[in-house]
């Protein structure tokens, strides 16, 4: 494996709590999300769960996946109100090269990005500072009003993949440790913590950042894998594991049948050597109960989630690998079906339909959105994460409406809790619901799925757009920022911080004009090896000349040859009264 061409250089703590100390007093924003997007848990029904002996104050999180790799999406995820989060996977190879684009949210969802993109060590690095974050801001007072005075507890929760090879080597096993007793991390990271965040320098941070780990059976993966590898994280590393399950286990007729003949969905393209080499349905319910057995045996809880993304073959174009992997409203009806066949295959073992008492839980990450979330909850699915619907406009701002939707149902069933609400459902609800996906109307068929994004007939510039704000909102690493316009008509000018850009094209399907604004737009540098391998509209920042003071921001320090003569225009962006809310180290 080769170096990757556009490697992710996460920021550092101080200057994340200095962009959140910046925004919150310049825009009451952090991270671009404004307070009206923020969820209060203390408002409304309890909607606490339990997860894996653990408790969470919501049922919902981000899924591992884009929105999970670095330490600002992790805040914005739970500034929306998630409390579970499924953090990117990771694994020993850790200079992958990721084709690029690698998302593709045109429709229902597809993508091929399967891992982590920084280093064992940078992934380490930001779980850890995203922890330490999350403590400072549940206890910064500014904030309370927004989030409540008691946010409520959240879960970190591991992801290793995809063998047990590299996952025992001790590169991987160094990083599980260091996410049980992250005690060096913290200390390290803590010298960062300055300005007018000092007074939370000498937190006691608590140094378990997880216990919980979701294992990712990735497609293929033969069943001893999975036995050893669960066992393994159980033994060696004392966690409470989920293993999450594939669609495959279905079979290739019956996916074909829901896909094609059902849904309508005669584009997807499946391979019967995917199915094949995958975990057949009736050894997946042995080791499922066999699994559950060595837990509890060893005191540990186990729980299997549905479902991966479901593996096809790459029939667009639109991203450059012969296979796929689709998620969004087919996976609902695929994993919803799924999990019917598993509940009669294991009678009274999955905790589902109100089985309270049942020993293996069962989490949810298939094509939740805030139309189905109450539905699937109270089926007992918790927790539930979310990838594909916060990949759409509105982006992370979309799990508090989830949330406000799911209280609403909470009251509307005469519960006070979402654990009352789960009791109350009994059984049968599981038949019903799946039956619903199967409507001639069911919103999950192709028709339905088919609207494309808007679209207008203008090229795109580097400065001056339509000024949509939707590069700002599905971009999931939140890299870019949309700043006052001091010049011509536009209201807003949008840049790229391009260190947290990794390309992955979600802006380039939802930007109405002709162009990548990942290209196309003012591309602001912090490194000076980064800026020198850079192309395109390029911009090296540095600190103001004159000064050595970092409160007196930025200035221009280079620029590529064919912007250069647009640095002014540049500077009176980032210099304007609501300007670049970061400060150089």
């Not at 925004?23 to 991270?31: A, D, P, T, V």
């Not at 997860?51 to 500034?79: C, D, K």
């Not at 160094?174 to 990271?189: E, P």
């Not at 049968?428 to 619903?436: C, F, H, P």
Request: glycine content about 8%.
């Amino acid at each position: 494996m080769s170096t990757r061409p556009e490697e992710l250089t996460p920021l550092s703590l101080t200057q994340l709590l200095d962009r959140i100390d910046r925004e919150w007093h310049s825009r009451q924003r952090i991270f671009d999300l404004p307070t009206a997007r923020f969820f209060d848990v203390s408002s409304g029904p309890d909607l606490s769960v339990d997860f894996l002996g653990r408790s969470i104050a919501t049922p919902v999180g981000p899924a591992a996946g884009p929105h999970t790799q670095l330490a600002q999406n992790i805040v914005l995820g739970w500034l929306g109100g998630g409390r579970l989060f499924e953090l990117k996977t990771v694994q020993v190879i850790d200079d992958l090269v990721i084709n690029r684009p690698c998302i593709d949210m045109e429709t229902v969802g597809y993508n091929i990005e399967w891992s982590q993109e920084l280093s064992v060590r940078e992934s380490l690095d930001e779980y850890v500072k995203a922890h330490m974050l999350l403590d400072i801001l549940r206890r910064w007072e500014p904030l309370q009003p927004f989030v409540g005075s008691d946010p409520g507890p959240h879960v970190f929760d591991l992801s290793v993949g995809y063998d047990l090879e590299g996952i025992s080597t001790d590169k991987v096993s160094a990083f599980i440790d260091g996410m049980t007793d992250a005690t060096a991390v913290i200390d390290r990271l803590r010298t960062e913590i300055t300005g007018p965040w000092a007074e939370f320098a000498d937190l006691e941070f608590a140094p378990l950042v997880s216990d919980t780990l979701t294992l990712s059976t990735f497609h293929g993966c033969p069943p001893e894998q999975i036995e050893a590898i669960t066992k393994h994280l159980i033994t060696r590393h004392g966690l409470n594991v989920i293993v999450k399950l594939n669609p495959t286990l279905l079979g290739h007729d019956r996916v074909a049948g829901i896909l094609h003949d059902t849904l309508g969905h005669d584009e997807l393209r499946l391979r019967s050597s995917d199915f094949d080499a995958d975990l057949q349905f009736e050894r997946g319910v042995e080791l499922i109960a066999e699994l559950q057995e060595f837990a509890w045996s060893h005191g540990k809880a186990f729980g299997v989630k549905l479902t991966n993304t479901m593996i096809v073959e790459n029939h667009k174009g639109f991203m450059p690998d012969d296979t796929m992997y689709l998620s969004g409203p087919p996976l609902h009806v695929l994993a919803m079906t799924l999990l019917a066949e598993l509940h009669r295959a294991l009678p009274g073992q999955l905790r589902i339909e109100g089985e309270a008492d049942a020993p293996i839980q069962v989490s949810w990450s298939a094509g939740i959105d805030k139309d189905n979330l109450a539905d699937s909850v109270a089926l007992g699915l918790v927790p539930v994460t979310i990838c594909s619907d916060l990949l759409k406009p509105g982006g992370y701002g979309r799990l508090a409406p989830a949330l406000k939707k799911l209280q609403a149902a909470v009251v509307d069933a005469g519960c006070d809790s979402v654990e009352s609400m789960v009791a109350a459902g009994g059984a049968g609800r599981l038949d019903i619901y799946v039956a619903s996906l199967y409507t001639p109307d069911s919103r999950y068929r192709a028709e339905a799925t088919a609207k494309l994004p808007r679209q207008v007939d203008n090229d795109l510039a580097m400065w001056g757009c339509v000024a949509c704000n939707l590069c700002v909102t599905v971009c999931p690493n939140d890299a870019f920022l949309k700043l006052p316009s001091p010049i011509g008509d536009n209201r807003w000018e949008y840049v790229v911080m391009a260190e947290s850009c990794n390309d992955c094209g979600n802006c380039l399907v939802f930007c109405p004009e002709n162009g990548d604004p990942a290209q196309i737009k003012p591309k602001l540098y912090l490194h000076e090896h980064r800026y020198a391998d850079a192309e395109g509209p390029a911009f090296l920042l540095g600190r103001r000349s004159g000064s050595p003071s970092a409160a007196d921001g930025f200035t221009v320090a280079a620029a590529k040859s064919d912007v250069a003569d647009q640095v002014d225009v540049l500077l009176s962006v980032i210099e304007g009264e609501q300007g670049l809310p970061l400060r150089p180290e």
